[in-house]
């Protein structure tokens, strides 16, 4: 069963647009939301992350919204450029009984075009 | 360099065989993850740990043995390779269980 969903798979923007990136979950401990960038090969890389708590979060291009009663959250990439493209994956941490870990999304491969 | 490295980055060998795959941080970090990346399967956890002999399993722990004796190193052993273990994998290590995940660049594995 998939813990967190993400949609969609591939995403093509136009330079200057704006790309959106959704991810669903049910379980509602997961209590932190990340979300990691990666470029061909090489391994993820952090980009941004969010609490529950908090409903936004925004660092330069870059935002997170999350809707808690919704259990959504997505990334907002303004003025989408070229070197955003990558790979996007979305994240959910849980704490259960054992160690806390985090679940990904399939991830969404962005594509700017120029 | 501080960081975290993986060896090797490419193997290839044959069913049956067992493969261990390393890697190594510099950060003294306590917490090591293993994953596995395929295609329309995103990042899968195979195992992780919160320190030096504290392990547990991930989604997809079977065929694979982990051990950790100090904090620094976290190999990751196919005890008898199979076709479906052909993957890419991913060591990552974090502070804590909510701090950001830094991640090697893979070990491309091939099994034939």
């Known amino acids: 069963q998939q813990q967190v969903k993400q949609s969609p798979q591939s995403l093509i923007v136009q330079k200057g647009g704006i790309s959106i990136i959704n991810c669903a979950y049910e379980?509602?401990?997961?209590?932190?939301f990340p979300w990691y960038q990666q470029f061909p090969g090489k391994g993820p890389a952090l980009l941004i992350a969010?609490?529950?708590?908090?409903s936004e979060k925004k660092e330069g291009r870059f935002t997170i919204s999350f809707n808690k009663s919704a259990k959504q959250f997505s990334l907002h990439i303004m003025d989408s450029q070229p070197g955003d493209s990558a790979t996007y994956f979305c994240a959910a941490l849980y704490r259960g009984s054992t160690l806390g870990r985090l679940y990904f999304g399939r991830g969404t491969q962005l594509t700017v075009w120029p | 360099d501080a960081g975290i490295t993986q060896s090797p980055r490419y193997k290839i060998t044959e069913t049956g065989r067992q493969v261990t795959l390393m890697c190594h941080q510099t950060w003294s970090h306590s917490y090591m993850f293993w994953y596995r990346q395929d295609l329309g399967h995103g990042l899968r956890l195979i195992y992780y740990s919160a320190a030096a002999d504290i392990t547990d399993k991930g989604e997809v722990p079977d065929g694979y043995v982990v051990s950790r004796s100090k904090t620094e190193n976290f190999p990751l052993t196919l005890e008898s390779a199979t076709r479906s273990q052909t993957s890419v994998y991913f060591c990552a290590s974090s502070e804590s269980d909510d701090r950001a995940q830094h991640f090697g660049d893979g070990t491309r594995l091939s099994i034939l």
């Open positions: 379980n509602t401990a997961f209590d932190y």
């Open positions: 969010i609490r529950p708590d908090v």
